[in-house]
């Protein structure tokens, strides 16, 4: 290939610059889905003949009709001072609170973090130390402080999103690559359009890890809270349920709150995709 | 016109031994020359060129830029990177047009330049492209498309072509020669290929590691031939080509004893 210097326009990219056509077509998540669905399928199947054959006792072990029944029994009269809707609901809504605190005050400290010496220095000894308490150690200190309602509640679960959201964007911050930052310096970046255009973004794929990270911790901690002092929401109404030995309700709450993560789960890979399609490409 | 008087970088060792990345060096970078620091590894080349672009501070000595002092990076210095970086959020067009976007030119107007500048490079068409569907080649053209966008005074070049295989980089260096001769910047160029320094530059500065200074510096002019006739076979077999080579072959290859006139 020729190059004339009077028309640079006619530069092509050469046969050796393969133009890289799109990427083959085979994402783990059909090739496996398939596998998947087979597995669930034994395993309700596995289920069924336990109780059909009596392998277990139904006190143990309710049979998925029984389940199914009850499901709907509690959809619709309710269990322990409200029905399943407002069970969830009552749950969605402290989780929802949580990550709400976690991510207004967890994003921007941890963005501040990983900028400045001087709040990574004041602010990361006392995230460190309650991070690593269990939340249900601490949980007996918060109703004492500020009583068995909602508020208790509430901080408990947002203490445990704040801490992996908040690690997460210091990380964020620190993993922009000093050429990107180099690079928007020397095309005359501000340092609010440095922020803006290029340490906010390149941190934000963190940021999305420490999110599911923190819904994880959110639903664990909700359920455990749940259990201990509430009058409303999934935790408290297995709580009940086994306090009256009706495995059958507690299955119901299980199936819920494992429907909710898988939601949670596939909500959050669903806005990685849209928000982060360039993640781990460049 | 950029002008570097005695200039040194100094890095403190973990042995206490400080490292001398570079020693008193001087030198002019004219309008209209393109000026290339060849060298083996550690000899300074790449500290000199983040002094310029003000991503490394000076220990000694000035570098100023017509006349006004370098202490950071700004605009007037355009910056091509051995490693790319793009911003993978973005498409081809949006990265060219980065900064503009920064100086406040109306996205109408710096969307219009940037395609411009795409043309030049041979990119027009992946202009809606994320840059991660390009190849390393392109890749590096946008970069260059990207440092030119804003018009700065010089532009320093950080062994651009390092990272792609041999015969996508002579189909660089035949786009870069016909760029700059449209453009006619003063460009500071760093690489390690003897070959690429004499294909480019207008000035040719040998440099030697340990502590870093210019060793030797030639003239030479076969870029011009080489953006009229794109070819850059009969450049590299001309006597003239071949006598520098060797010479700037053996400056590098040279002991460092006998560099330096002290004998071990």
């Known amino acids: 290939m020729t190059l004339a210097a009077n028309s640079p326009t006619s530069f092509?990219?050469?046969?050796?610059?393969?133009?890289?056509?799109?990427?083959?077509?085979?994402?783990?998540s059909t090739s496996t889905l398939g596998i998947s669905l087979v597995t669930l399928a034994s395993l309700i199947a596995l289920w069924f003949l336990a109780t059909r054959f009596g392998w277990a006792s139904p006190l143990f072990l309710p049979s998925p009709a029984e389940v199914l029944t009850q499901f709907s029994a509690v959809a619709a009269d309710g269990y322990a001072n409200g029905t399943l809707l407002d069970h969830t609901l009552a749950s969605l809504g402290r989780i929802a609170a949580a990550l709400?605190?976690?991510?207004?005050?967890g994003i921007p400290l941890g963005l501040l973090m990983g900028l400045n010496r001087?709040?990574?220095g004041i602010f990361?000894?006392?995230i460190d130390l309650y991070w690593g308490l269990p939340p249900l150690a601490y949980l007996p200190l918060l109703i004492i402080w500020l009583g068995i309602g909602e508020t208790s509640k509430i901080v408990l679960l947002s203490l445990s999103t704040f801490a992996p959201i908040c690690f997460a964007a210091q990380a964020g911050v620190r993993s922009v690559p000093i050429e990107r930052i180099n690079a928007a310096l020397s095309l005359?970046?501000?340092r609010l359009q440095l922020f803006t255009s290029i340490i906010l973004p390149s941190a934000l794929p963190e940021i999305m890890t420490g999110l599911k990270i923190a819904i994880g911790a959110?639903?664990?901690?909700?359920?455990a809270a749940e259990l201990i002092a509430a009058q409303s929401g999934l935790g408290y109404m297995i709580m009940s349920a086994a306090n009256f030995l009706a495995t059958d309700v507690v299955f119901v709450g299980l199936i819920v709150i494992a429907v909710l993560a898988f939601a949670f789960t596939s909500g959050m890979r669903w806005l990685e995709h849209r928000l982060i399609p360039w993640k781990g490409k460049l | 016109m950029l002008r570097i008087r005695d200039a040194s970088v100094t890095f403190p060792a973990s042995d206490g031994q400080d490292v001398h990345a570079l020693d008193h060096v001087s030198l002019d970078i004219a309008p209209d020359s393109i000026v290339v620091a060849v060298g083996a590894s550690g000899c300074g080349k790449s500290t000199l060129l983040n002094a310029i672009a003000g991503f490394l501070p000076l220990t000694e000595g000035t570098i100023t830029l017509d006349g006004k002092e370098i202490v950071a990076p700004g605009g007037d210095r355009g910056v091509v990177f051995q490693k790319d970086t793009l911003l993978p959020w973005a498409n081809v067009l949006d990265n060219v047009a980065l900064g503009l976007k920064y100086r406040g030119v109306r996205r109408s107007e710096r969307r219009e330049r940037s395609r411009r500048l795409l043309e030049l490079v041979g990119l027009a068409d992946f202009a809606e492209k994320p840059p991660y569907e390009l190849s390393g080649g392109m890749r590096q053209r946008v970069g260059i498309a990207r440092a030119l966008a804003t018009d700065p005074k010089i532009l320093l070049m950080d062994e651009p072509f390092g990272a792609l295989d041999s015969l996508t980089r002579e189909t660089m260096q035949q786009l870069l020669a016909s760029v700059l001769a449209m453009t006619g910047k003063q460009i500071l160029f760093i690489t390690h290929s003897i070959?690429?320094?004499?294909?480019?530059g207008t000035t040719i500065v040998v440099m030697s590691p340990r502590p870093g200074r210019i060793v030797a510096r030639f003239d030479a002019d076969f870029v011009r031939d080489f953006a009229e006739s794109g070819d850059i076979g009969p450049i590299q077999s001309h006597p003239r080509f071949i006598e520098l080579r060797q010479e700037i072959r053996s400056l590098i290859h040279q002991p460092e004893a006998a560099r330096t006139g002290t004998l071990q």
């Open chain 1, 124 to 126: 990361s000894v006392p």
């Open chain 1, 100 to 105: 709400g605190v976690g991510i207004f005050l």
């Open chain 1, 12 to 28: 092509q990219p050469s046969t050796t610059q393969r133009r890289p056509s799109a990427q083959p077509r085979r994402s783990a």
């Open chain 2, 195 to 200: 070959e690429e320094a004499l294909t480019l």
């Open chain 1, 188 to 190: 005359g970046a501000s």
């Open chain 1, 218 to 223: 959110g639903l664990s901690t909700l359920v």
């Open chain 1, 118 to 120: 001087w709040v990574k």
